[in-house]
């Protein structure tokens, strides 16, 4: 979005449910006189009508008189809107042809095409909601499991906003005090003690803030795992498992798997995305050769390996050089699932859990397993605020390495005005977390990231 000429004046429209056929669409649109513009298109009064009320007509092209759909409205009087401004709201049947005509009557009656995240940024601007919340919004409507979606929803209502406040608070009286010591004389006995314990409170609380990054990430993010293994080995039984349902073709057809399959799972509330491969074996089949190749592609991208063996027939020698090989190597952890358990006459290798992908047995301990593979590197975290934005994160550090700074200027003794100065930069950083201060770059990375209608 380039706001550089952005006009908070003008009035703009967008489709904020998908663009497909569906049972309704919702049509946004905001800003000073909307409701004057689209009363004349619409056969029921809305300039009297109540803020926030639905209110049934007919939607019909003024000059043409064609009726375009039969809708309901609502309007909102400023400041009562999501955005702050005057808004209406189209809430009409989710035919394609319908809301284009809808859209391109707007668009002749003085409304502009909203730029992605236009109607969130005006709520920022108009003081509706800091960064942190506004950030929220696209973080509720990405996240991919219902625990993602609690914990952005939680940022919504204000938990992050309210953390950095306190620090805020927590560095402002800092600041105080020091300017009150600036006021003494070297040699006077009765200075007020420099704040230690607020020092050491604050890092603290930034540092758990920064640490749940981690944490904030996986859920919002989710982790991609990858089932591999040779052919037969089960791995496209153990995908159907994951997914409880039949998704991927299990065959005793050796390289039945060609391409890759991939899904959405929930581990309990950690967005996986999980991948079916191709076998991996030597193929003379130019297609099977591509799904093999595509296989280490996705291996490659993968955060964490699910090595299936079969059981039922044992390790092969190239199964066992590979269990020789360092399993994290490359960054990548490796757990190895020992298949077909229900039938496996063998030893399984060490470390390797038995499962059967047909009678689900040893399934809930590769869950477990996985889990904690997961959260292995994530600090313990509560589930109140919870940062899962690289841009809130490098923020936090940057207050935190400028508290740092504050405690070391103490412990040399340097002068307070210098102690003002990196008190300062902590100021600085936490404004731009909630947005008090905010470079424009800031803004349009972030908002840009937005859908249109949002
Ligand atoms: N008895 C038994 N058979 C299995 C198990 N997992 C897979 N199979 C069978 O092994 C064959 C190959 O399975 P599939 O999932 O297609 O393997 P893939 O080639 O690795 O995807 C099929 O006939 C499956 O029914 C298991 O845990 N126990
Ligand atoms: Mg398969």
């Not at 809305?46 to 043409?64: A, F, W």
């Not at 074996?281 to 093999?292: F, K, M, T």
Request: contains cysteine.
């Amino acid at each position: 979005m380039n706001h550089e000429t952005y006009d908070p004046d003008d009035r703009i429209a967008a489709l904020a449910t998908p663009w497909a056929e569906s049972a309704l669409a919702v049509i946004r649109t905001s800003g000073q006189g909307c409701i004057d513009a689209i009363s004349p298109l619409f056969s029921a009064d809305l300039i009297h009508q109540k803020s926030r009320e639905m209110l049934y007509g007919i939607l019909s092209d003024p000059h043409t008189g064609e009726a375009l759909d039969e809708i309901m409205a609502v309007v909102f009087r400023a400041p009562g809107s999501y955005t702050g401004q005057e808004s209406v709201e189209l809430y009409c049947h989710g035919s394609l042809p319908g809301i284009q005509k809808i859209l391109s009557l707007l668009f002749r009656s003085g409304f502009r095409q909203a730029s992605p995240g236009e109607f969130t940024f005006r709520a920022f601007i108009n003081g509706k909601m800091d960064l942190t919340r506004a950030e929220a919004v696209q973080e509720i409507i990405s996240s991919k499991t219902g625990k993602a979606q609690s914990m952005a929803l939680n940022r919504l209502s204000g938990s992050l906003e309210k953390r950095i406040d306190h620090f805020k608070q927590m560095a402002a009286g800092m600041a105080a005090l020091f300017a009150i010591q600036l006021d003494y004389p070297d040699d006077e006995v009765d200075a007020p003690p420099m704040p230690m314990n607020e020092i050491r409170d604050m890092k603290r609380g930034l540092k758990e803030l920064i640490d749940s990054y981690t944490v904030g990430k996986i859920y919002q993010e989710g982790v991609i795992i990858a089932l591999a293994g040779r052919t037969n080995a089960g791995k496209s039984s153990l995908f159907n498992l994951f997914l409880k349902e039949d998704r991927s073709i299990v065959s005793d057809v050796h390289g039945t798997t060609r391409d890759y399959l991939e899904s959405w799972i929930s581990l309990g509330g950690i967005p996986i995305r999980l991948y079916d491969t191709a076998g991996l074996r030597q193929s003379e089949d130019p297609v099977e050769e591509e799904g093999i190749r595509r296989t280490r592609e996705v291996m490659e991208n993968a955060h964490i390996l699910i090595y299936v063996l079969d059981g039922s027939i044992g390790l092969s020698s190239e199964e066992e050089d590979i269990l020789r090989t360092e399993p994290s190597e490359g960054g990548k952890e490796r757990i190895l699932v020992w298949n077909k358990a229900d039938i496996s006459t063998v030893t399984p290798p060490e470390g390797a859990i038995s499962i059967s992908a047909v009678t689900g047995e040893g399934f809930t301990e590769l869950e477990e397993v996985l889990r904690s593979r997961i959260f292995r590197d994530a600090a313990h975290v509560g589930s109140e605020a919870v940062v899962d934005s690289l841009r809130q994160k490098e923020l936090l550090e940057r207050a935190y390495s400028g508290v740092v700074k504050v405690e070391e200027a103490i412990h040399n003794g340097l002068p307070v005005d210098i102690l003002a100065m990196d008190l300062h930069d902590v100021l600085q950083a936490l404004g731009e977390i909630t947005g008090e201060v905010s470079s424009s770059d800031i803004l349009e990375r972030m908002f840009s990231n937005f859908c249109v209608g949002k």
